[in-house]
Nanobody, 125 residues
Framework: EVQLVESGGGSVQVGGSPRLSCAASRVTDARFCMGWFRQAPGKGREGVATIEMYGTTNYADPVRGRFTISQDNALNTLYLQMNSLKPEDTAVYYC????????????????????WGQGTQVTVS
């Protein structure tokens, strides 16, 4: 069973640049799609960014140019570097993974991901 554990959230000032991490265990499949989602109070969970085995990335329009997703395959760790944070970035951020498949054009659909972390709160003020 794949386990995902996020870290790096907290309270951040507007314009701040925190980095989230997601430690992934038991990810042995050569094909995978991993990513970050977020859920703001009173809203649904939305896709933020995804990355595949060979580095292909996808970004949601609100974060493109400000957030960067990356991975360290040796450490089995996924990162989300967030820059120029805005109050509307406040949300619980979740790490997600789908094995045996690429991200594709439907990368932002939560139903495509079998494995989820517990989430980490990011509050921007």
């Amino acid at each position: 069973e794949v386990q995902l554990v996020e870290s790096g959230g907290g309270s951040v000032q507007v314009g701040g640049s925190p980095r989230l991490s997601c430690a992934a265990s038991r990810v042995t499949d050569a094909r995978f799609c991993m990513g970050w989602f977020r859920q703001a109070p009173g809203k649904g969970r939305e896709g933020v960014a995804t990355i595949e085995m060979y580095g292909t990335t996808n970004y949601a329009d609100p974060v493109r140019g400000r957030f960067t997703i990356s991975q360290d395959n040796a450490l089995n760790t996924l990162y989300l570097q967030m820059n120029s944070l805005k109050p509307e970035d406040t949300a619980v951020y979740y790490c997600a993974a789908n094995l045996g498949a690429v991200c594709g054009g439907t990368w932002s659909l939560t139903g495509n991901y079998r494995y989820w972390g517990q989430g980490t709160q990011v509050t921007v003020s």
